[in-house]
């Protein structure tokens, strides 16, 4: 049997988190979920999926259950609020509620369960090898496709000089809601991921998210989530980040500035949209070797799309290579900020605040 935390005579709607915005609820909304977690199976199932986004083979595994019935389990936990699942082709992931609240109470009850029982124990030994044969997965998929991507690497400054003027550009500030547009392998997550509330990572590769889901995991980034999905279309709520970043996508698309516009409604007032990509070159061998649409970026190409998508250019910098840019690529980045103030919406608006 789980046994509570030594904390668990405190009331669990009186806890910190849940006394934010969002926490209370109707008795009945409360009623029913104490009721989909009030189950040895369904407790534990929370507290693996507290851990990160799990698929159901990989709960299964984890478990030792059929699953038919892991599956029931998490239909009602997730009916109930207290998990949140999305698909990503044919695989369902799922994870801890962030939202509302039922993850308000999902949240308290994980926290007052004792870490040291037993079965939570081999649960979590059982975690990290699912993640470790995750992890040699996504490696081996990495192996294969690095070569190629070392070999545009080499072509421009060193990825640190990047990673240093995208810290830059940002600032220190935290930020409530990352939202990092053809994620990959999950990069940009990871060098900004620790100063955000929420992240969320978007790619249309179910591999590549693979493979950002193994490195996100190995790094402890458990609040990060990973959707897939389409830059023209964005699985995510409109007005929802503060910090939009599309990095090194938008020389892959037919039409970057439709995909510009669609980073710009995911937005809330004030939010920032930080694009990373290459300045304009001649070298046409990145179209068929390594499938590039556009040869880079004019800077007032960018800024004139990134005004017709409601925003104002802040910064704009470029990164030349050592030794000249002929044969090279100069890497830029483009920082524009949403002019709106919170004031401007209308005071009914259900997407007012911000994520």
Do not use: C
């Not at 904390?7 to 926490?23: C, E, L, T, W, Y």
């Not at 809601?177 to 929420?198: M, N, P, V």
């Not at 910090?243 to 939010?271: C, N």
């Amino acid at each position: 049997m789980l046994r509570p935390h030594p904390q668990a005579h405190k009331d669990i709607f009186m806890s910190d988190r849940n006394a934010s915005k969002g926490g209370e609820a109707p008795l009945s909304v409360v009623l029913g979920a104490l009721r989909a977690a009030g189950e040895p199976t369904r407790l534990r199932l929370l507290a693996l999926l507290a851990n990160g986004e799990l698929n159901v083979t990989d709960l299964t595994e984890i478990l030792g259950q059929s699953q038919p019935r892991i599956s029931r389990h998490l239909k009602l936990m997730a009916s109930a609020g207290l998990i949140e699942r999305h698909r990503e082709g044919s695989w369902a992931f799922f994870r801890i509620s962030h939202d509302g609240p039922g993850a308000a109470l999902a949240q308290a009850v994980v926290a007052r369960i004792s870490p040291d029982e037993q079965v939570l124990v081999r649960d979590r030994e059982r975690l990290a090898e699912v993640r470790a044969a995750r992890a040699d997965t996504a490696a081996a998929y990495f192996r294969e496709h690095a070569k190629d991507w070392g070999k545009i690497r080499a072509l421009h400054v060193e990825e640190a000089a990047v990673e240093t003027a995208i810290r830059d550009a940002i600032g220190q500030k935290p930020v409530r809601a990352l939202l990092d547009i053809g994620t990959g392998t999950g990069r940009i997550i990871e060098i900004i991921g620790a100063q955000a509330d929420r992240a969320v990572g978007v790619d249309l590769s179910v591999d590549m998210l693979a493979v950002a889901r193994a490195n996100l995991a190995k790094l402890g980034l458990s609040k990060a989530q990973l959707r897939q999905g389409d830059v023209y279309a964005l699985p995510v709520q409109p007005q929802s980040f503060d910090l939009v970043v599309i990095h090194q996508v938008l020389h892959f698309l037919d039409e970057p500035a439709r995909a510009i516009r669609e980073a710009a409604r995911a937005l809330a007032p004030g939010g920032r949209l930080l694009i990373v990509d290459f300045a304009p070159h001649e070298l046409e061998f990145l179209r068929d070797a390594h499938a590039h649409r556009r040869l880079g970026f004019a800077s007032d190409a960018i800024e004139q799309w990134m005004t017709k998508a409601g925003l104002t250019l802040e910064h704009h910098r470029d990164l030349a290579p050592p030794g000249g840019t002929r044969d090279k690529l100069t890497v830029s980045l483009w920082l524009a900020r949403d002019p709106r103030v919170i004031t401007d919406l209308p005071a009914a608006d259900p997407t007012r605040a911000v994520a």
